[in-house]
């Protein structure tokens, strides 16, 4: 049961990196006009971005929704491990009385021995078929969750920027470009005030 152990419980994003940029003409005057005007222009000075940073890390945490899929995939996850457990157990069960047949020489013959040798084999042939389909179940709908909150948070922070006005929105989390950032620029919590207070209302 290795490869269903090794699927993650949490729904875990890819640490992704939103770039919402536009474009600034740093007007400078040439020095002709500089020494012409100095006395009645000033100098442009090039505009500042606002910029914000989010912590996926934390969202993923508080967002109800990353919660109720993070727990809903846990229990098909348990649901599958349990599922293969009890038919592992079995055909152990009865490779063990197998043997012990064997070892008896409890076998009438020996073609009824290899008959009941390659039923065996081909339980173990469907119960490592049954491992694959369910690993590949949960590795699908691991993807599927992941996407689904992915599209939501994306969604929610180009809404949410319509009326913020950022320039620059960065992630801090796993390979994000940040290696330091003032709490002041730290948006987190209101994107995740504001997700859960969507996904309610979405749930009503």
Do not use: C
Request: hydrophobic share 35%; net charge neutral; charged share 25%.
């Amino acid at each position: 049961m290795d490869k269903l152990k090794n699927i993650l419980i949490a729904v875990l994003l890819v640490p992704t990196v939103w770039l919402y940029i536009d474009r600034y003409v740093l007007s400078s005057p040439s020095p002709a006009t500089v020494s012409q005007n100095t006395s009645t222009d000033t100098l442009s000075l090039p505009q500042v971005p606002r910029i914000a940073y989010v912590n996926i890390d934390t969202i993923l945490l508080q967002y109800e929704q990353a919660i109720e899929f993070n727990s809903s995939f846990g229990a098909k996850r348990q649901k599958s491990e349990a599922e293969y457990a009890q038919k592992a157990r079995a055909l152990e069960k009865e490779f063990m009385e197998f043997q012990d047949k064997a070892q008896r020489g409890g076998f009438l013959s020996q073609t009824s021995m290899k008959a009941q040798q390659e039923t065996l084999l081909q339980k173990k042939d469907e119960l490592e078929k049954l491992e694959a389909r369910l690993t590949n179940e949960l590795m699908h709908e691991q993807q599927r969750l992941n996407e689904q909150l992915f599209n939501a948070i994306i969604s929610f922070i180009h809404n949410y920027n319509k009326s913020a006005g950022y320039d620059l929105i960065l992630t801090n989390t796993g390979n994000g470009t940040i290696l330091y950032g003032s709490p002041a620029m730290n948006i987190t919590a209101e994107i995740v005030e504001g997700l859960n207070r969507e996904y309610k209302e979405k749930k009503k």
